[in-house]
């Protein structure tokens, strides 16, 4: 048996007591839904759960609280988020689920990125699965934390930047707004150069301005929050972009020897990026070098995922492919 949560081998039960711990308290709460997948059920409550929660992403999303030991809609008082797969006109929806789950795990397990605690869960026909992630902003008391997505800290929006406001613009300028808005910038940089590096090596191409965010903690200051809606688009959208901002890595249209000899983000390129927005040589080459010898972990990972089997084979070419670039050197660093 697999551990809903960490994907680790378990005796019994579908969750390990360190994944109870984080996601209910180290309570026992059924990961089986009573009610079916909103693509064969549309009941009221689901529906007016889809107004009653904002966050960005495509994906249809619904609030869930505790209930005992169930988990069940709510259109007040939500503790998680409940993502079905989503519908339209992509491939492998149905594995959208398992793709986030597994794409957080790695994220988490493989190079400690911060990530919202999350599972698998099915609904009522024991077959389909939905991602479940437990709410970071959502203190203890029920209140919520001030959070404000990196298009808010740029202050843009479709009003006056049109309908690609969180795209048009570069990661470097992000970590600028990290600079400017964290008090503690330094530690979280590297946390923010991990995590664009990751998305790229993971394939995910919808790492926009949105997806990045930073909270007020109680001591009144800003940290960046934990990472979410992590995912393999390539899976789902073969054409997807390798880096989802527009402008790329850097501002000023700037590029590195190696991009323009070979039209893509290889050692070079991230290296570069690192000592830009102001990590040390010695830290960027350190966190680049952890990211080339992540393979073993990484398949681990995808093998006791809940992929179906062609698709875990496809994840895995992917991520490959994607190891193989940062692997090479225009400048022979390495």
């Known amino acids: 048996m697999i551990c809903n949560g ?61 209930l005992s030991d169930k988990l069940v809609l709510t259109d007040w008082g939500g503790q998680y988020i409940l993502k079905p797969s989503p519908i339209g006109p992509f491939k492998n929806l149905e594995q959208a689920p398992a793709n986030e789950h597994l794409t957080m795990q790695i994220a988490r397990q493989v190079f400690d990125i911060n990530t919202a605690a999350c599972a698998v869960v099915h609904f009522r026909d024991k077959r389909t699965l939905a991602y479940l992630t437990k709410r970071f902003d959502v203190k203890m008391d029920g209140s919520h934390y001030q959070q404000e997505d990196f298009a808010q800290l740029a202050q843009l929006n479709e009003l006056n930047a049109g309908k690609n406001f969180k795209y048009d613009f570069s ?24 995590l664009v590096l990751f998305n790229y090596l993971i394939g995910n ?17 800003y940290r960046l929050t934990p990472a ?58 350190g966190i680049i070098a952890k990211f080339l010898g992540s393979q073993p972990k990484v398949e681990g990972l995808i093998k006791n995922s809940f992929l179906s089997e062609e698709t875990k084979e496809l994840y895995l070419s992917l991520y490959k492919d994607k190891l193989k670039a940062i692997s090479y050197s225009f400048l022979k660093r390495t």
């Open 228 to 285: 979410y809606d992590l995912m393999n688009t390539k899976i789902h959208v073969p054409l997807d972009s390798d880096l989802a901002l527009t402008k790329g890595l850097f501002k000023d249209d700037y590029e590195t020897e190696s991009f323009k000899s070979n039209a893509f983000f290889a050692y070079d390129d991230f290296y570069e990026f690192g000592i830009r927005i102001g990590i040390s040589k010695k830290r960027t080459t």
């Open 6 to 66: 960490c994907l680790k081998d378990l005796p019994s039960h579908n969750l390990c007591l360190k994944c109870r711990r984080e996601l209910f308290d180290k309570d026992r709460v059924s990961l089986d839904l009573d009610f079916d997948s909103p693509a064969t059920e549309w009941n009221e409550l689901l529906i007016e759960n889809i107004s009653h929660i904002s966050i960005s992403g495509v994906q249809i999303k619904y609030s869930i609280k505790r």
């Open 205 to 221: 191409g919808d790492a926009h301005l949105k997806n990045f965010s930073v909270y007020r903690t109680e001591y009144g200051d």
């Open 171 to 194: 990661y470097e300028e992000a970590a600028e707004l990290i600079q400017q808005h964290v008090a503690t910038y330094q530690a979280e940089l590297e946390q923010f150069f991990k």
